[in-house]
C-alpha cells in the first residue's frame, strides 16, 4: 500500500534549535511576569516543549509533568513506562516513579524535584499552572491540593496566557506540517464522487472517508463529524447514523486530521443530484462571508473584526445564528485553539498565526450549514492552506 | 463498501431504563455517603450518566457539566452548540449558555443551577467532584475556584470511589459492545499474513492495520501503538517508525480500538521468519502467565493475587520486569480503567468486570515483550472476550 497524498511529506519532529527557542521565549515570558516555575501536565504543552508524541495520553491511569524553570532546560518527572520514548526527545533531565502508584502518583517526586530547582529557596516563589481559559490541568485534583499543601508556601498563579501567546503563533515547521495535513484532507475531499453515493448509509460514507484520508497519509482522523438531510442539517457534532444518503440531502463532513500531532479543521458541503433553493444560496452566503473574512486577516486586525466582517455578510443575506457561538478559531496541536473569531474576543492577528474561519447560519427551521477554511496569516495578508471550496455547493 | 466483522452488530445506545439504574445506584451510594450533589465534567462520566456522545470533546474550547442531585434527574449545563445532540439522550432538563464566553464560560448559570438543586439550602451540602485516581476535572481551575468561592458554604468533596465503584461493573449492554470491539479486533490480527511483510516499514503496517479494523466495523482506532525489532521491542507506547520489517523481527501491534464508545485494548505479538530463541520463550512464559492470571479471575479474589499469579510464572521463569508497572486493567469507556492488576491494588473482583490481563517482561537488555487478553467476569470464572492468542510466537 503506498499513500497518494500530492504534498511532499515534512520531515517529523523538530530541531532541539527549535525547542531551544520555544523555552527561551517561554523563559523571557515568565520574567516579565515574574514566573519561577511553570508546571505542565497536559498533552499539548508537554509535547510543545519536549517533543514527546505518544497515543498513550488515552490512557487516564498515569499523570505526566514537565517542569520549565526560569533558568535551564525542562525536567520532565513521570511515569516509568515512558522513559525510554521520553529519552529519544531532547530532554535530558528525566525523573521517573513506579506507575501506577495512587498513593503517591508522583507527587513526593514532583515535590522534591520542585524544591530543588527552586534552589531550595521556595518561600513566595511563583509557580505557574494552566488555570485560564481553553485549559485543564491533568492529574488528579486531590493530588495537586496534596502537593501544593506540600509546598504551600509557593504561589501558584495562572500561566495560561503565556502559554496562549507561544502557541498561538506558529513557527515554519509547524507551518508545514499544518499545511501537510491540509493538503492530504483537500486530497481527500476531492475524491468525494468516488467516496459517497446515494444509498450508502451515512455511517458508511464517514468509514470510506476515513480510510481515504488514511489512505492518502493521515496519521489519523480523531474528529469527524457532520450530518446529511434534506437541505441542510440539523447540528454539527453528532455521530454518524446509517440513513443511507439521499437526493437533495446535503451532506456535510468536518474532518480534525492529524499528521505528526498537527491538525487541520475543516469541513466541505455536498448535496446528491439536486438541492434546494434556500441551499444553493446559503452555501453561496457563507461563501462570500468566507471571502470577507479572510480578506479581513491581516496583521493589526482584531479577530472581532474578522468575526464582524463575515457577520455583516450573513446579516445582508437574512441569514440567522448557527448557534456555534464563533466563526473560526486558532488551530495547531489541538482540534480548536486559542483566539476566537468573535465580537468579545479582542486579539490581534500576528503574523504565522493559524487560523479557521467558519461562518454557519441557519438554512430553514431546524437546517443549518455550516463552512470552514483554514488559513496561515503572512505579513500583510493570508494564505489559504485547505485548497478553497468551489463557490458553489457540489452536486454529486 | 462493506464491514465483514464476523459478529452481529449490538444494538448503538443505551436504554432509558439502563439509564435510570445507573442514576439509582449513583443516588444509593450519593445517600450512603452523604452527598447531595455530583458535579461532573468528564467525558466518560457525562455520558455513562447521559448518553451523550460525540467526538466533539476534541475540542478543548468549552466545558460541559452534568449534574447528579440526590434526588430527580440529572440536569445538564452545556454550551449551546451541544443542545440539539443532548436532546436525543434521555436527559430532559437541559440548560445552556452562549460559548465560547471565557469571562463567564458557564460559572454563573451553574451556579444558579447548583443552588437551585439544592433547594437554596446550599449550607454545608456536600459536592461530589472527580478528585480522585485516575480522575481529572475537565474545566479551567480558575473557573471551578471561582464555582467554589460563589458556593463557599458548599464542601467541596472527592466522588471518584462512587463512580469508580459504578463504572467498574459493566451492564450486560456494555458487555455486549466490549465483546463486539473484541471480535472486530480479533478478526483484525487473524489477517496479519495480509496485512503485515518484509519490507514494510513499520508505519505503513500500522496504517495498513488500522484500515482493517476499520473496514471491519470499528468505529475508531483511537490507541494503536507498539514497535518491531529484532528478538523483541524497545518500548510500547512510540508512535511507529518508517523503519522497514526485516526477518528475525518481533512485531508487537496494541489496539485500542472502539465500537459506540466502549474500547477493546489488546495486542499481538508476530515475528517474520524466524525469531530468537529468547523471544519464543519470552513468548511462552507470557502465555502461561496469561493462562495464571486467568485462572486466577473469579469473583472474591483480588487483582493482588491475579498479578502474583502472573509474576510467579515469569519469576520462575527467570523473566525480569517490563517496566509497565502492572499487568492489566479494567476497560470500558476508557483504553484503561480501575483496577490495576498490581500487588498494591486490593480491589475484590466481581461479576461483570472486564478486565485485561497484560503481563509483560524483559527479554534481552533494552527489549521486552508484552502480552495481552481482554475477559468478562463470571459468577465463578472468567471468558476472553478476545481470541486468545496462540501458545506459541506466530511466524508470518
Not at 128 to 139: C, F, P
Amino acid at each position: 500500500m503506498t499513500t497518494t497524498a500530492h504534498a511532499v511529506q515534512p520531515e517529523r519532529g523538530f530541531s532541539t534549535a527549535e525547542f531551544e527557542q520555544r523555552l527561551a521565549n517561554a523563559q523571557a515570558l515568565m520574567k516579565q511576569q515574574g514566573f519561577d516555575l511553570l508546571l505542565l501536565t497536559t498533552e499539548a504543552e508537554i509535547r510543545y516543549f519536549s517533543g514527546f508524541l505518544t497515543l498513550f495520553w488515552q490512557s487516564p491511569t498515569r499523570p505526566w509533568f514537565l517542569l520549565l524553570p526560569a533558568h535551564g532546560n525542562p525536567v520532565a518527572v513521570i511515569p516509568g513506562i515512558g522513559e525510554e520514548i521520553m529519552r529519544k526527545t531532547w530532554i535530558s533531565d528525566i525523573r521517573t516513579w513506579s506507575s501506577p502508584q495512587p498513593e503517591d502518583e508522583g507527587v513526593s517526586l514532583l515535590t522534591e524535584t520542585i524544591r530543588e530547582l527552586l534552589q531550595r529557596n521556595s518561600k513566595n516563589a511563583k509557580i505557574g499552572l494552566t488555570k485560564g481559559a481553553e485549559s485543564t490541568i491533568r492529574m488528579p485534583l486531590e493530588d495537586l491540593e496534596r502537593l501544593q499543601a506540600l509546598l504551600s508556601n509557593c504561589q501558584w498563579q495562572n500561566c495560561t496566557p503565556i502559554i496562549r501567546q507561544l502557541r498561538m503563533v506558529k513557527s515554519a515547521a509547524e507551518i508545514a506540517k499544518l499545511r501537510h495535513i491540509c493538503t492530504i484532507t483537500s486530497t481527500t475531499f476531492a475524491q468525494a464522487k468516488q467516496l459517497f453515493h446515494i444509498g450508502q448509509p451515512l455511517d458508511e460514507a464517514f468509514r470510506a472517508f476515513k480510510i481515504a484520508m488514511l489512505q492518502n497519509g493521515a496519521d489519523d482522523v480523531p474528529y469527524l463529524v457532520g450530518g446529511a438531510d434534506q437541505g441542510g442539517y440539523g447540528d454539527v457534532i453528532s455521530p454518524p447514523q446509517p440513513t443511507p444518503l439521499a437526493a437533495g440531502d446535503v451532506l456535510m463532513l468536518d474532518t480534525g486530521a492529524v499528521f505528526d500531532g498537527y491538525y487541520c479543521d475543516f469541513d466541505r458541503n455536498f448535496a446528491f443530484e439536486h438541492a434546494s433553493d434556500a441551499a444553493k444560496r446559503a452555501y453561496i452566503t457563507l461563501h462570500k462571508a468566507t471571502d470577507a473574512g479572510f480578506a479581513a486577516i491581516k496583521p493589526g486586525n482584531t479577530c472581532a473584526q474578522v468575526f464582524q466582517a463575515m457577520q455583516a455578510v450573513i446579516e445582508e443575506a437574512g441569514g440567522g445564528s448557527g448557534g456555534v457561538g464563533r466563526m473560526g478559531h486558532g488551530l495547531g496541536m489541538q482540534l480548536t485553539e486559542w483566539p476566537s473569531n468573535m465580537l468579545s474576543d479582542q486579539t490581534v492577528i500576528e503574523e504565522n498565526m493559524v487560523l479557521t474561519l467558519e461562518p454557519s447560519m441557519s438554512i430553514t427551521e431546524g437546517k443549518i450549514m455550516v463552512h470552514e477554511e483554514n488559513l496561515v496569516v503572512h505579513a500583510d495578508s493570508a494564505e489559504y492552506l485547505s485548497q478553497r471550496a468551489p463557490s458553489e455547493l457540489p452536486i454529486l
